[in-house]
């Protein structure tokens, strides 16, 4: 077989794999796994606890992370509620979070930044820090808490809104992972 033809049949190959073995299927193949976002107070898609709301103590919910990309430079986090009767309405931007880091303790400071250098933007209650759940009357809201490893730290300053994290991940987001709670009055 010349070499045009040995060319084109190890193209067809790999393309031929690419297709029938989309990302998924190849992290199945390879054993890799798709990061994951966990709480201890809350499961997915339950009641987040009273204590983490606005008729609690307020207290940020622990948070707990795994299987993030080997090249991850920092980590961000959104919280917010896109039931709200105003449009989403954000509850936590933290961000510039180590490579190294696992998790957010439960009742993390409504300081602008933590040791190792993350830092906490504005939430749409116009603090610094967490804003938990505080629904009007009616039926439940869902709360989204998503965590994006990052393979560059934003270079943002503290106090920066949810937008403006948005624009300065773009293009830079290796893996996100996602809970939701739910919570009403």
């Not at 070499?3 to 890799?32: D, R, Y």
């Not at 490893?149 to 937008?163: G, H, I, W």
Request: net charge positive; hydrophobic share 35%.
């Amino acid at each position: 077989m010349n070499s045009a033809k040995k060319t084109a049949t190890l193209f067809l190959g790999a393309l031929l794999t690419i297709l029938t073995f989309p990302p998924a299927a190849e992290n199945q193949m390879t054993g890799a796994r798709s990061m994951e976002l966990r709480s201890s107070a809350f499961q997915s898609g339950a009641d987040i606890p009273r204590k983490y709301t606005c008729d609690g103590t307020d207290l940020s919910p622990p948070l707990r992370w795994e299987n993030a990309p080997s090249s991850t430079k920092s980590f961000a986090l959104i919280a917010d509620d896109p039931d709200a009767p105003v449009g989403t309405w954000v509850h936590w931007v933290v961000y510039d979070l180590p490579a190294r880091s696992s998790e957010l303790q439960e009742g993390m400071p409504a300081t602008e930044t933590f040791s190792g250098g993350a830092k906490q933007g504005v939430n749409d209650f116009r603090k610094v820090g967490y804003g938990g759940p505080c629904p009007p009357p009616g039926p439940t809201h869902r709360y989204f808490f998503k965590l994006y490893a990052l393979d560059v730290e934003s270079q943002l300053k503290p106090r920066a809104t949810k937008q403006q994290l948005l624009d300065a991940m773009k293009g830079h987001i290796l893996a996100e992972a996602q809970l939701m709670g739910r919570y009403g009055r």
